[in-house]
């Protein structure tokens, strides 16, 4: 941009205010661009860039990220604006975890007095935290003492600590899955992926004894075998208990364990809709009766009389 100013100038092609023709003026090659400068400043811009665009490539040709796919979309029936869980499925999806999750991974933050009126009734809930022992006391001698679960008491944990957690599964610690819908990058997308998308490992990928291949997974490699099989349990209520439904009953228990306002946020929607739809028209009327005495009136000037 300066050389071409520079070369304009110099030609006298500039006119001042009045028209008359600026006088030439000639530049020396200590202030102007000399050719040697320019391809001093071109070969600097040309290494800059290369230099950049082959650090972008190193960078992303060693990420082990580049074989992750991202879970595709699914069309969840609880996705719509006012759309509620299927709780049929939140109490399959119980089931699952039950027979199948519950073995590895915890839902520390999950009572099983949450269960009543979601999934199942209250005497269905009691009967299914009666199966569990849970340590208790100090009794009327000091000692701790182990009893049924209660209503109030909150999942099991299948490990006592963190380390005997990775003990037990080769050094890989299982998360619990409280809010396992929220905290992965897709949700229930995700986890549905995660759960259905094992496969062979590609050529060129190196597994560990332990290890197994999801592409879903980020790195590939993935600690925990595939868990869920086509009747790997059956339903109570006769639905086929084929793999993708087993996964999908399980993303839906999650999603509710996750956001068990789920429902009640929705209603609250459609309540906030219906209450402020009647305050528009409210507002519509007593700003018409407020404003149409105003904008009806007419008004007329006089001229004065002297």
Wanted: some cysteine.
């Amino acid at each position: 941009m300066a050389a071409a100013v520079a070369r304009i100038w110099g030609t006298g092609l500039l006119k001042v205010n009045n028209g008359t023709l600026l006088q030439r003026v000639k530049f020396s090659s200590s202030r102007g661009w000399t050719r040697s400068r320019k391809t001093f400043l071109v070969t600097i811009g040309v290494l800059s860039g290369g230099g950049a665009g082959l650090a972008l490539a190193l960078d992303q040709s060693v990420k082990a990220s580049d074989l992750e796919l991202h879970p595709p979309k699914n069309p969840w029936s609880h996705n719509g604006l006012f759309a509620a869980l299927d709780h049929a499925s939140v109490r399959r999806g119980y089931e699952v975890y039950k027979q199948v999750c519950a073995a590895c991974h915890s839902l520390q933050y999950l009572a099983y007095r949450n269960l009543v009126g979601v999934s199942h009734t209250e005497a269905e809930a009691k009967a299914e935290a009666a199966e569990i022992q849970v340590r208790d006391g100090p009794d009327e001698t000091g000692e701790m003492f182990m009893r049924p679960g209660k209503l109030s008491d909150y999942f099991p944990k299948p490990y006592p600590n963190e380390e005997a957690a990775r003990a037990a599964n080769n050094g890989a610690y299982p998360p619990d899955l409280s809010y396992i819908t929220l905290a992965r990058h897709g949700g229930e997308d995700y986890v549905f992926a995660l759960l259905t998308g094992y496969c062979d490992a590609p050529a060129g990928v190196v597994l560990r004894d332990g290890q197994y291949y999801n592409p879903y997974f980020p790195g590939g490699a993935i600690s925990m075998a595939q868990a869920l099989y086509n009747e790997a349990l059956e339903y109570d209520d006769g639905t086929p208990a084929t793999a993708s439904q087993l996964a999908k009953d399980v993303c839906t228990f999650l999603k509710w364990a996750a956001e068990p306002e789920h429902d009640d946020r929705k209603k609250m929607t459609i309540k906030a809709f219906m209450i402020f739809s009647f305050l528009l028209g409210i507002t519509y009327y007593i700003k018409r009766h407020k404003w149409t005495v105003l904008k009806t009136r007419k008004l007329a000037f006089k001229p004065s009389s002297k």
